[in-house]
């Protein structure tokens, strides 16, 4: 899926606990972080999961970080979402890409109302035990489960299923 993608913090702290957050230039064409994004996760916060992976990315150019425009439809929506999940969804209208990577049942939805495709960390672990990156991911998608990722266990039974792991 060489497409590009505007990704929240959960998947970058997510795929970092793994040890997969290079898995996203792998998977995408160009990965955009909104600035609010990158505060969220890896400014002035020390040792916090996935600070020091995302500001590597950064330095080597496989996130590219994105100041948004419309600073002030943030400040106006905040409240029903957070900033990092406002901006995400601003910068991929800003940019006009379509995926938007973000774990969130309501900013997911209301993504979708804006036409954006979102996909979460689960998804982005399918798409690359689907295109040949990862030989499984049930220990992952344990893993997560066993440090207290949400994820349904209908979710789970689906994703195994379909990349043949159940």
Request: net charge negative; proline share 2%; aromatic share 6%.
């Amino acid at each position: 899926m060489r497409v590009p993608a505007v990704t929240n913090s959960t998947p970058i702290i997510a795929l970092a606990f793994l040890d997969q957050l290079d898995l996203l230039g792998k998977l995408f064409e160009k990965v955009y972080v909104p600035r609010q994004v990158y505060n969220e996760v890896a400014a002035d916060t020390e040792n916090r999961i996935g600070a020091d992976g995302l500001k590597k990315q950064i330095h080597e150019d496989r996130i590219v970080l994105y100041d948004i425009m419309d600073n002030n439809f943030v400040e106006l929506m905040v409240g029903r979402l957070h900033k990092g999940e406002l901006s995400v969804m601003i910068a991929a209208k800003e940019l006009g890409i379509t995926y938007v990577l973000m774990d969130d049942v309501s900013a997911r939805k209301i993504a979708e109302s804006y036409s954006l495709v979102p996909i979460g960390t689960v998804g982005i672990l399918k798409l690359a035990k689907m295109n040949g990156l990862l030989s499984e991911i049930k220990s992952l998608l344990d893993k997560l489960v066993d440090n207290n990722f949400r994820i349904s266990l209908k979710l789970y039974n689906e994703i195994l299923k379909d990349v043949n792991e159940l």
